[in-house]
């Protein structure tokens, strides 16, 4: 099956869904027939917790993605953030929610993610935390990608937690299977890319933060 096949699901949203933990009813779930399971698939700017035995999928270019759960309560979610870190960031400067301009960066994102595993019953004593994306996709000076991957990493090491397995870097992009109630994940290296979708995302998103930080709306490479 071509990469441009799998970029898109091939569910249907069905009126039987795992019930949603508060907050995430607007994330798109649906019935995966190809791999018999529940799924919610979460797009740049997302993230999603749940405790239903559900699966999570993204598809990712330079952005990261952190897989966390309670292996212990199996509680877990995933985030998909697109650049390292809002500045002048404060945690009541935002909704409650997991939309918002704050959650395309990794800072917002990382916080956002864990603090709805503990709202959720989780335990950070409990926390496995698995680390994916951060690919060079983009003909730009920046390396985006190793900027995402260098904080995120930073951020786990000051929090005192641990990364049990990462699959980072490289010029690949990479779609993302993530089971929390067992921990598994399955990674999936587009090597030939049949349709640009993910890489012309990429760069409309970057051209747009380029053009607030020139008009002073943002401050984006910056940590």
């Known amino acids: ?52 035995g559900e699966m999570i999928s993204t598809v990712l270019g330079s952005c990261v993605t952190a897989c966390i759960r309670d292996k212990i309560s199996r509680i877990g979610g995933m985030n998909h953030f697109m650049l390292p870190v809002l500045r002048d960031y404060r945690q009541d400067e935002w909704t409650n929610t997991p939309v918002s301009l704050g959650t395309r960066y990794g800072n917002v994102a990382m916080e956002r993610l864990i603090n709805a595993i503990l709202a959720c019953g989780g335990s ?13 996709v983009l003909d730009i000076n920046t ?16 929090e005192g937690y641990q990364v049990i397995s990462a699959d980072v870097g490289g010029i690949w992009p ?16 587009f090597y030939k890319v049949h349709n640009n979708t993910l890489i012309e995302r990429e ?21």
């Open 124 to 136: 950070r004593k409990n926390f496995e935390i698995k680390l994916f994306g951060g690919a060079k």
């Open 1 to 52: 099956m071509g990469a441009s096949d799998d970029i898109h699901d091939h569910g249907i949203d069905d009126g039987n869904l795992p019930s949603v933990l508060p907050g995430f009813e607007h994330i798109h779930r649906f019935w995966d027939a190809k791999n018999h399971i529940y799924s919610a698939k979460i797009t740049p700017g997302q993230y999603y917790v749940t405790s239903q």
């Open 174 to 189: 990479r779609k993302i299977n993530y089971y929390p109630s067992s921990g598994r994940v399955r990674v999936k290296h």
């Open 203 to 223: 760069r409309a998103y970057i051209r747009k933060l380029e053009n607030q930080q020139l008009s002073g709306e943002v401050d984006i490479f910056t940590p």
């Open 143 to 158: 390396n985006i990608g190793q900027m995402n991957i260098d904080f995120v990493r930073d951020f786990i090491a000051k």
